[in-house]
C-alpha cells in the first residue's frame, strides 16, 4: 500500500534533517533538584565472590533443600574478619574454610562467618556451609501434593513442578548468598532429584547421571561467564524440548509440557529470527553459549531472564486460539534482549534499574517493529506514552529511581530510548549503544555510563536529554496554533506543562508539517526549548492548506492541545503518512454529529486496515441505528483481524434487531476470548435462543477453560443447577493450574454459589503463595463471609484449614473485615 511507502519517505527526512549540529543548551536548568533515592544504591561488600558451586537434593513434597554451597573468594578490603551472607530462614549446619571448621552465627537475616585469622587481600579462599532449608519465597513447590491422575490428560491440571524467582532478592532463602546486584560470580549447580523429571538451570549441562539408588539422578550445569545472584535460577518437571537453531549459530532450547506439543509453534514463533535480530541490531553477538525458556505454572510475572535460561509463564504457552491475546513473541522477544541488558550488563543499584527493564522493552518493541510493521510499532509506542503521562500524573519520580515503578521502568523507557534515536539518529545511536555494550562486558553500569558514551562514541553530549528524560520526571504539554496568509503558514507553540523542581520546559527537536490540498507537503524540523516558539514555513507556491502536523508520528512524549476544524480532522484522517497521525484524525471525530461523520467513517473504514483505526471507527458507530452503520458492523464481523470482529461484540450496547445471525458465527471464532464473548453477549441479549447457543458451544474448552466457564455460568442459569455446579466447583480446586482456578472462582461469584467443597477450595486459594490467585480469592471469600447463608460453611472451611496445621494468623484474618 502506499502508506508504507510514505512512512520510509518521511523517516529517511526525519534522519537527515535530525543530525544537525546542536545548538547550545539556551535553556538554563538553574538548580539539580533530584528525588532522594534511599533504595537505589547498593549495598558494600568486602569479599569478591568469583565462583559458587552449589550442590543441592531437593524434596518437593517436604518443600526442602539440602546440600551444600561452596564458594571461592577473594578480599577486597586489607583485612577481612567476618563474612555476611544473606540467607533468612537457612539452617545452618557446618562451616568450613579453606578446609577446617569455621566458627559462625545465623540470625533472621543470614549467616556471620568468623575468619580467625583475619584473611588479607591478594589471598584466594574456599568456603563451605552445608545448610538445610524450607523456602517460602525463591523456590516454589508446585502440585506435588494433589493428586490429577483423574483428569490426567486436561491440559489445564495442575503439575508438578519446581521452578525458582530470583528477582529482587529472593534467591538469598535457598542458597545462603552475597544476594545484590554487583557481585557477579560464576556458578555451577549440581542438582539431585526423581530421575522421572528434567532438571534445567543456567548454562551448559555437563553432566548427568543416574544414581546407585535407581530413583534419583544428578545434573550439572556450568556457566561460562560471571553473572548476578539474583540470575540463578532452576526449574524441574516434566519437559520435553525443540531445538530452535538460528544464523548466528546459538541454538535456543525450547521446552514444552509433552501432552501440549501442538503449542510449540505458535508460542515459539520468531524465536531464532529475535536472537539474531537483536545480535544484529545491537552489534553484539549473544553473549552467553546457550539459551532456553522454560513455561511453568503458578508464575508470579509473565516472565524472567535467568541467564541463559527464561522461566515464562504458561499462560502464554499457547495454541494457535489463544495467541491474539496471549502470544509468548513480546515477552520472548523482551527476556532474550535481558540476556544482554540486565544479564551481561547490569545495573549497579535499583536506581538504574531502567537500564535493564527500558532496553528490553524498547528491544522488543523494535523487534516486533521489524516483523509486524510500522503500524503495530506506532500502535505500541502510543501505549506506552499513554502509561508514561499516566506515572507521570501520579507522581514526580524520575525513570532512573528504584521507586520509579513498572510504567515508568518499562514503556516511559523503551519510548524515552525510541527518543534518544530519534535525537541522534538511527545509526549513531546504534553506535552508542554498541560501544556501550562493549566498554563494560559481564559488568555493572550506572545511568550515567549510557550519558558518557555519547560524548565518548560521537562526541555529543547528551547531559540535557538525561536531566529532562532520566534524571527527572514530567512531559512537555504543548499548545500550537496555527496562523495562515497565501504564503506563510505561522505555527506558535506554547510549552504550558508546570515548572517545579522536578520538571523544566523541555528541549527537542519537533518536525512541524504543512499538507496542502494538491498532496504535496513542506517540513522544518525546529528546537522547541522556550515557553514559546513561533515557525514560519513559506507556502511558495501558495497551495492551499490541508492541515498541520505538529511532531508526526509523534515522536516526543508529550500533551498536545491543538484545534483542527473538522475539514482538516477529514483530511488528515485519510492523508496523514503515518498511522497514528491518522488514527488521531478518527479520535478527534468523537466530538462530532454522528450524521455529519457517518459517510466519513464508513469510507475511512475501508481505506485504513488497521485494527485500531477500525476498532475507533466501530466504537464511533456501534450504537448508531442507521441502516447503513449496522451494516457496517456486519462487515466488521467478518474482518479478517481479530480485534476488529471483537471491537463489534464489545461496544454494542444492545443486539440491534436482526444481527443475532450475524453474531452467531463468533461462536465459531479462531480466537478463545471472541468466542467467550460471543456467547456471552448472545445469551444475555437474546436470552429466548440461549439454549441453541450453548448447545452450539457444548464442547468448546478454550484458554483456561475461558468459554467453558461462561458455558456453565449461562447454562446454570438456564436451569442446569447440579452438574454446572459441581464442575465449576471442580476447576476452582487445587487440581487446576491458576487461571482456571480464577476463572471458576469469579463465575462462583457471579453465580453467589457456595457449598463445603467451594469454601475449602476458596480458602487453600487464599494461603496461595500466587498473590494473582490470593488476592483475587480472598475479595470473593470475605464477600461471601458476610452473607449469612454461608457463615458457617466458611468458618468450617477455615477451621478445618487451621487444624491441616496452616498459618493460623493468616486463616484467622480471613473472618475480619477490611
Ligand atoms: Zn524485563
Known amino acids: 500500500m502506499s502508506t508504507k511507502i510514505q512512512t520510509m519517505r518521511l523517516q529517511k527526512l526525519l534522519l537527515t534533517v535530525l543530525i544537525t549540529p546542536l545548538i547550545s543548551v539556551a535553556q538554563v536548568h538553574t538548580e539539580q533538584t533530584y528525588v532522594v533515592d534511599r533504595f537505589g544504591q547498593p549495598r558494600d561488600h568486602n569479599v569478591d565472590m568469583e565462583h559458587l558451586f552449589l550442590d543441592i537434593a531437593i524434596d518437593p513434597y517436604q518443600g526442602m533443600v539440602a546440600g551444600v554451597a561452596n564458594y571461592v573468594f577473594h578480599p577486597i578490603q586489607q583485612q577481612v574478619d567476618t563474612l555476611f551472607l544473606d ?79 530470583g528477582q529482587g532478592t529472593d534467591n538469598r532463602f535457598w542458597i545462603p548468598s552475597f544476594d545484590d546486584v554487583n557481585d557477579k560470580l560464576l556458578t555451577s549447580l549440581r542438582i539431585t532429584f526423581d530421575k522421572n523429571y528434567r532438571v534445567i538451570s543456567n548454562g551448559n549441562l555437563t553432566d548427568e547421571r543416574n544414581n546407585s539408588d535407581g530413583k534419583t539422578k544428578t545434573w550439572v550445569y556450568e556457566m561460562a561467564h560471571p553473572h548476578a545472584n539474583y540470575l540463578i535460577m532452576l526449574a524441574i518437571g516434566d519437559y520435553a524440548y525443540r531445538d530452535y537453531t538460528s544464523k548466528n549459530g546459538i541454538v535456543s532450547r525450547q521446552y514444552y509440557y509433552p501432552d501440549l506439543e501442538d503449542r510449540v509453534e505458535p508460542t515459539y514463533a520468531y524465536s531464532a529470527e529475535m536472537m539474531d535480530w537483536i545480535s544484529e541490531e545491537t552489534g553484539l553477538n549473544f553473549p552467553w553459549p546457550t539459551y532456553a525458556n522454560v513455561p511453568v505454572q503458578e508464575f508470579l510475572y509473565g516472565a524472567m531472564e535467568n541467564t541463559t535460561a527464561t522461566i515464562f509463564t504458561d499462560a502464554l504457552f499457547q495454541d494457535a486460539g489463544g495467541q491474539n491475546d496471549r502470544s509468548y513473541v513480546a515477552v520472548n522477544a523482551h527476556e532474550l534482549a535481558h540476556q544482554w541488558f540486565g544479564d551481561y550488563v547490569t545495573e549497579w543499584g535499583n536506581r538504574d534499574h531502567w537500564l535493564q527493564e527500558s532496553f528490553a522493552t524498547h528491544y522488543s518493541k523494535k523487534f516486533r517493529q521489524s516483523v509486524y510493521g510500522e503500524d503495530e510499532f506506532q500502535w505500541i509506542r502510543r501505549g506506552e506514552m499513554r502509561a508514561a503521562i499516566a506515572a507521570d500524573n501520579r507522581d514526580t519520580y524520575p525513570l532512573a529511581h528504584s521507586l520509579a515503578g513498572s510504567s515508568r521502568h518499562y514503556p516511559k523507557g523503551s519510548f524515552v530510548l525510541d527518543m534518544m534515536r530519534y535525537v541522534l539518529g538511527n545509526e549513531q545511536y546504534r553506535k552508542v549503544i554498541n560501544d556501550y555494550l562493549l566498554a563494560h562486558p559481564y559488568e555493572n553500569v550506572r545511568s550515567e555510563d549510557l550519558e558518557i558514551q555519547c560524548m565518548k562514541s560521537l562526541g555529543i553530549n547528551m547531559w ?14 504543548y499548545q500550537v496554533n496555527t496562523t495562515f496568509t497565501s504564503d506563510t503558514t505561522t505555527i506558535t507553540v506554547v510549552q504550558k506543562q508546570d515548572s517545579t523542581a522536578t520538571q523544566h520546559l523541555f528541549r527537542m527537536p519537533v518536525v512541524f508539517q504543512v499538507h496542502y490540498k494538491d498532496g504535496g507537503f513542506d517540513q522544518e524540523t525546529r528546537w522547541v526549548e522556550d515557553s514559546t516558539t513561533v515557525v514560519q514555513i513559506p507556502n ?38 503515518l498511522m497514528i497521525d491518522r488514527y488521531d484524525a478518527v479520535v478527534a471525530m468523537q466530538k462530532v454529529a454522528i450524521d455529519d461523520k457517518r459517510d466519513i467513517l464508513i469510507d475511512l473504514y475501508d481505506k485504513q486496515n488497521y485494527h485500531a483505526i477500525r476498532e475507533e471507527i466501530i466504537a464511533q458507530l456501534a450504537n448508531d441505528d442507521h441502516k447503513k452503520s449496522i451494516a457496517l458492523l456486519k462487515r466488521a464481523l467478518k474482518d479478517t483481524d481479530i480485534n476488529v470482529r471483537r471491537a463489534v461484540v464489545t461496544n454494542l450496547k444492545t443486539l440491534p434487531k436482526k444481527m443475532e445471525k450475524d453474531i452467531a458465527p463468533m461462536l465459531d471464532d479462531s480466537d478463545y ?61 487445587n487440581l487446576y493450574e491458576f487461571r482456571t482456578r480464577g476463572n471458576a472462582i469469579q463465575a462462583i461469584n457471579r453465580l453467589n454459589i457456595c457449598d463445603a467443597a467451594i469454601a475449602a477450595s476458596l480458602v487453600e486459594a487464599t494461603q496461595s503463595f500466587n498473590r494473582r490467585l490470593a488476592g483475587p480469592t480472598t475479595r470473593v471469600l470475605k464477600g461471601f463471609y458476610e452473607n449469612k447463608l454461608y457463615t458457617s460453611i466458611i468458618d468450617k472451611a477455615i477451621d478445618d484449614a487451621i487444624q491441616a496445621s496452616g498459618d493460623k494468623e493468616k486463616l484467622e484474618a480471613l473472618r475480619k473485615k477490611d
Not at 502536523?549 to 498536545?560: A, H, K, N
Open 673 to 733: 476470548t471472541n468466542v467467550e464473548l460471543a456467547l456471552r453477549f448472545l445469551c444475555e441479549q437474546d436470552k429466548e435462543h440461549a439454549e441453541k447457543y450453548l448447545e452450539h458451544c457444548a464442547d468448546k474448552y478454550g484458554a483456561a477453560k475461558n468459554i467453558r466457564i461462561a458455558w456453565l455460568e449461562y447454562s446454570y442459569a438456564n436451569g442446569n443447577i447440579i452438574a454446572a455446579p459441581a464442575e465449576l466447583a471442580k476447576y476452582a480446586s
Open 540 to 577: 511558495i507556491l501558495k497551495r492551499e492548506v490541508a492541515f498541520v502536523l505538529f511532531d508526526p508520528g509523534t515522536q516526543i512524549i508529550s500533551q498536545v492541545e491543538f484545534e483542527k476544524s473538522f475539514d482538516a480532522y477529514k483530511m488528515q484522517a485519510y492523508n496523514a503518512p
Open 87 to 165: 540467607g533468612p530462614g537457612i539452617a545452618v549446619n557446618a562451616v568450613k574454610v579453606d578446609g577446617n571448621s569455621a566458627r559462625f552465627r545465623v540470625d533472621s537475616a543470614g549467616v556471620t562467618i568468623f575468619f580467625s585469622p583475619s584473611l588479607s587481600w591478594g589471598s584466594t579462599h574456599e568456603l563451605n556451609i552445608e545448610y538445610t532449608a524450607h523456602p517460602k519465597k525463591g523456590i516454589y513447590f508446585v502440585g506435588w501434593n494433589e493428586d490429577t491422575k483423574d483428569i490426567a490428560t486436561d491440559p489445564d491440571r495442575i503439575r508438578n513442578q519446581v521452578w525458582t524467582q
Open 464 to 477: 540535557w536529554f538525561f536531566d529532562q528524560w532520566v534524571y527527572r520526571s514530567g512531559y512537555p504539554v
